[in-house]
């Protein structure tokens, strides 16, 4: 990926492993298991698959079998389009009928990245993968492991975050565990992901490019290359982007969003999202997960979804308190997630 500012690392096989993943669905990302996985994605199975962004659930994306396993296993509703991955720019953009210039644009400056870009859907592809809408999202994702599964795949993958639908997304393997259980028959171990925030998706087949989902690439970025970028505004019914929908990424637990920290009842059973010094409130005898002491967004994205889920794990907690983050950048994306899990 070109954006300097971003520190992901350089395809190769030599993944890192989550700590305390020992379920047997979950193994190192080796060759070896690569290869497993092309064989249950032949057989129109799903694996669980590292990402830059989150972890993925990924299935043939041309395989109707394969699709529909990746709504059952999620309980997905069929309105909801799916991501199709791809190893890099040429085979991504191929699934696409009318590729306009800002598309080549993004694509060049952003992919492998976390950048989705909606475009007009060849006939090939698969009603199920894009709900029936004539347009398909594309993304090349830059994880080692990812690249290395697409690559030796050969084609499309489609991948949702692998949570049941409208939960946290999960950020490492342990987590795709607990949100899917024995459903998934291999997991593979790629870390935890180094953005953590899902990728944003640009929706390239109108007239102006539109933001259907605030992610990984900030949409300032976007703008600077593209121009004014449109707002979705989001809805309760049926989304073009479940990005979109009011109540998502949803903890088990309520979550409340208060303006300052000093709002936050000082309660034991309380859990704090914090983000930057805490020093102020060592007095506080509840739970605090920071997501950055030192005030840096890339840091906080990385642990938001993390943070939420050990919150909300905790048997201590009872209810969640966050206070927003600075609305620019990644600060925006991770607002507009702590909004939907409020609501
Ligand atoms: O970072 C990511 O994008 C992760 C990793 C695994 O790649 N995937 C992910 O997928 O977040 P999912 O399914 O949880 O979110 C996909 C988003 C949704 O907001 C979906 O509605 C939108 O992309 N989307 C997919 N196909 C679309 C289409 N044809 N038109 C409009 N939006 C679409
Ligand atoms: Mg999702």
Not at 13 to 27: L, S, Y
Request: with cysteine.
């Amino acid at each position: 990926m070109k954006d300097s500012n971003c520190s992901i690392p350089e395809p190769s096989i030599k993944p890192e492993t989550t700590q305390g993943a020992q379920a047997n669905n979950v193994v190192p990302a080796s060759e070896e298991a690569i290869l497993r996985a092309v064989r249950l994605l032949r057989e129109g199975q799903v694996i669980g698959l590292p990402t830059e962004t989150v972890y993925g659930l990924a299935a043939d994306g041309l395989n109707p079998a394969g699709l529909a396993r990746i709504f059952e296993v999620k309980q997905r509703p069929l309105f909801d389009p799916l991501i199709l991955h791809l190893a890099d720019l040429e085979g991504a953009l191929r699934l696409a009928e009318q590729v306009p210039v800002a598309a080549y644009r993004l694509a060049e400056r952003f992919w492998p990245g976390p950048l989705t870009l909606v475009l007009r859907k060849r006939e090939f592809v698969p009603d199920l993968a894009t709900s029936g809408l004539p347009n398909v999202a594309l993304r090349v994702p830059v994880h080692p492991v990812a690249q290395a599964l697409l690559r030796t795949w050969g084609g499309p993958l489609a991948a949702p975050s692998a949570n049941r639908f409208g939960r946290i997304s999960p950020t490492d393997a342990a987590a795709v565990r607990s949100e899917l259980g024995d459903a998934v028959p291999l997991i593979l171990d790629g870390g935890p992901c180094a953005v953590g925030l899902e990728s944003t998706v640009i929706d390239l087949s109108g007239d102006q490019p539109v933001l259907l989902r605030a992610g990984g690439i900030p949409v300032e970025e976007i703008e600077s290359l593209v121009g004014p970028v449109e707002r979705a505004t989001p809805v309760d019914d049926r989304p073009q982007a479940p990005g979109q929908l009011k109540h998502h990424y949803a903890p088990r637990k309520p979550l409340r969003l208060v303006e300052r920290s000093e709002d936050i009842p000082s309660h034991e059973t309380i859990g704090w999202l914090a983000f930057g010094e805490t020093g102020n409130h060592i007095s506080f005898p509840g739970t605090v997960e920071n997501l950055s002491p030192t005030r840096d967004l890339r840091e906080a994205a990385a642990h938001f979804f993390r943070a939420l889920r050990v919150l909300d794990e905790n048997p201590r907690v009872a209810q969640l308190y966050a206070v927003p983050l600075p609305a620019h950048g990644l600060g925006r994306a991770i607002n507009e997630r702590l909004e939907r899990a409020a609501h």
